[in-house]
């Protein structure tokens, strides 16, 4: 297995994407940030299944991030990126700097409006925006028959695909189900900045979800009991709450009473100043900790 050719310029990768694509490839594109951990890598060895060639784009995006957020101290490791992706079989990674991405001058952003304003759109102002941008940019780039991307990040997921509906962007959007640690913790880049003390807390979130979905499974469908016994789970592990939410799986319009047979359930906490992000969708996916005794 060949590594991958690393592309730092926009000019350099596109090239690169046109030869592949003028050579009758089908091209997967798997962004990220980077730190990559084992959920990315499920999302590569996806896009494998769907396509013939493969670029995994690793760029910390300076506008995805608020005021006070973790921007500078968030982690970076291309080479070693490099090399999970030489091993995963990677044909093409796309490193580029943030002048690269946002040339001197830039003023576009891409909004998707309706979809950004609950959960995480509403404590990261902005944050879906920039979001959008890059990816629409890395579509640019790239032009990819598909794309995939992780249901960790849920909200992400949908406002993306409503963003290639919209735009009528010839690439398909794809979700892939969280990868989870054995105790049921999702795997993030952000779990690197937990204290072992921390990470117990965390814990909380995936029972929490099974706890919630067990509940569901046996017939509750009131939102206020769902979201009320989640929340006590994760307050008396001392985790600070941002949201819970129960809320329909396609518009993320909360439920506030009654809930249908199908229904995500997304929480975002801090553990400490950290701030982790879950869910699942409620009649439609085995709960985190399925298989554990
Ligand atoms: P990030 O590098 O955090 O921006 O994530 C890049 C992509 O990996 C996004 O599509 C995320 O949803 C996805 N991802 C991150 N963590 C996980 C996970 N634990 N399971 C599945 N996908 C993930």
Redesign the pocket.
């Known amino acids: 297995m060949s590594d991958p050719v690393v592309y730092s310029t926009v000019s350099a990768a596109r090239a690169a994407c046109d030869t592949l694509r003028a050579e009758g490839h089908r091209l997967g594109l798997?962004?990220?940030?980077?730190?990559l951990?084992?959920?990315?890598l499920?999302?590569i060895d996806h896009a494998k299944t769907l396509a013939d060639r493969v670029m995994v784009s690793i760029f910390v995006n300076p506008t995805q991030f608020g005021p006070g957020e973790d921007f500078s101290r968030y982690p970076r490791m291309l080479e070693k990126d490099v090399e999970q992706c030489a091993r995963r079989g990677v044909d093409l990674v796309f490193a580029p700097d943030a002048l690269e991405m946002y040339p001197e001058g830039e003023r576009t952003r891409v909004h998707v409006a309706g979809l950004t304003e609950s959960l995480c759109g509403a404590s990261r102002p902005g944050h879906f925006d920039g979001v959008a941008t890059i990816v629409t940019k890395l579509f640019a780039v790239a032009g990819p028959c598909t794309a995939?991307?992780?249901?960790?990040?849920y909200q992400?997921?949908k406002v993306i695909q409503r963003m290639a509906r919209d735009l009528l962007l010839p690439v398909r959007v794809v979700g892939?189900?969280?990868?989870?640690e054995p105790d049921g913790l999702?795997?993030?880049?952000r779990n690197q900045y937990l204290s072992e003390a921390e990470r117990q807390m965390a814990l909380a979130i995936p029972r929490g979800l099974r706890d919630a979905n067990r509940a569901f499974d046996a017939g509750e469908r009131n939102s206020a009991r769902l979201r009320g016994g989640l929340e006590r789970a994760l307050e008396s592990a001392g985790l600070r709450i941002d949201y819970v939410s129960v809320a329909d799986p396609e518009t993320l319009e909360p439920f506030s009473e009654a809930v249908p047979e199908r229904a995500l359930l997304a929480v975002a906490v801090f553990a400490g100043s950290t701030r982790l992000i879950d869910n699942m969708v409620l009649g439609e996916e085995r709960p985190p900790l399925f298989d554990a005794a």
């Open positions: 798997v962004p990220t940030m980077g730190a951990h084992a959920g990315h499920a999302l995939v991307f992780g249901r960790k990040d992400q997921l892939h189900p969280t990868v989870r999702a795997l993030s880049s």
